[in-house]
């Protein structure tokens, strides 16, 4: 296997641990997690604008308050959706674990023709590999649901999750693209160096900090 999927596979499922043990303890140990993860992001965002902009400091402070902004929402959502079922909540997780994992993998294997100028690394082939792999949590959830006949979940529609997968695996990669921008622009390869196998934090979650906020509109919206 290669080396850097290791690591990043390695990462995602202790990210994943990390984040499962938050849910089922306690409420204000979710809270601090958000809040963690918001104030380190913030700060490696913040480092990709510096060196973007440099001297435009206005702009960098007009940016800063929006991205900052943006943040305070996404701990607040995050934040409610501690009421779903916390089979719920790793499952959306799991998604944006799979999805980057699947297009990682993909996109090594196959190889082909680049997705965008944006990030050279990504290719066509790499993106229908999110896609396919955003559904592997569906099977681990009915392997779950088929054992305990007890799993609460949202939604319970089979159309409606296999919508709601590749709806949010779209939000992930656009997530993704959407950071890769910025490091392209500042003409860096990771946001930071805090994780193995990834970089900076941001270059782990930048799929879920619009994933979250995704899945609590379409289940206001739809569900």
């Known amino acids: 296997m290669n080396n850097n999927l290791f690591k990043r596979i390695l990462t995602s499922l202790l990210l994943l641990i990390l984040l499962s043990v938050s849910l089922f303890i306690n409420k204000f140990l979710w809270l601090i997690l958000l809040i ?3 104030v380190i992001s913030l700060h490696e965002f913040n480092n990709l604008l510096k060196k973007i ?3 435009k400091k206005k702009l960098i402070y007009t940016l800063n308050f929006f991205s900052s902004l943006y943040f305070v929402i996404f701990i607040y959502i995050g934040y409610n959706i501690y009421s779903y079922p916390p089979g719920g909540i790793v499952f959306i997780i799991l998604i944006c674990i799979f999805s980057d994992s699947g297009g990682y993998f993909i996109g090594k294997l196959v190889g082909g023709r ?4 944006i990030s050279p690394n990504k ?3 790499g993106s229908i590999g999110s896609f396919l792999f955003s559904l592997f949590p569906l099977i681990i959830y009915f392997l779950i649901f088929h054992y305990t006949k007890n799993l609460d979940f949202y939604p319970s529609n089979i159309l409606q999750i ?3 997968s590749l709806f949010l695996s779209l939000v992930c990669q656009s997530g993704d693209l959407f950071i890769s921008y910025f490091k392209r622009r500042a003409k860096v390869k990771d946001t930071g160096s805090i994780l193995p196998g990834h970089g ?3 270059d782990r979650i930048d799929g879920a900090i619009f994933v979250l906020p995704a899945a609590f509109i379409m289940d206001k919206l739809f569900f």
Do not use: E, Y
């Open 36 to 38: 963690f993860v918001s």
């Open 53 to 55: 902009f440099k001297r």
């Open 114 to 117: 680049k997705l965008t100028k």
């Open 123 to 125: 290719t066509v082939a």
């Open 162 to 164: 296999i919508f709601l």
């Open 200 to 202: 900076g934090l941001l």
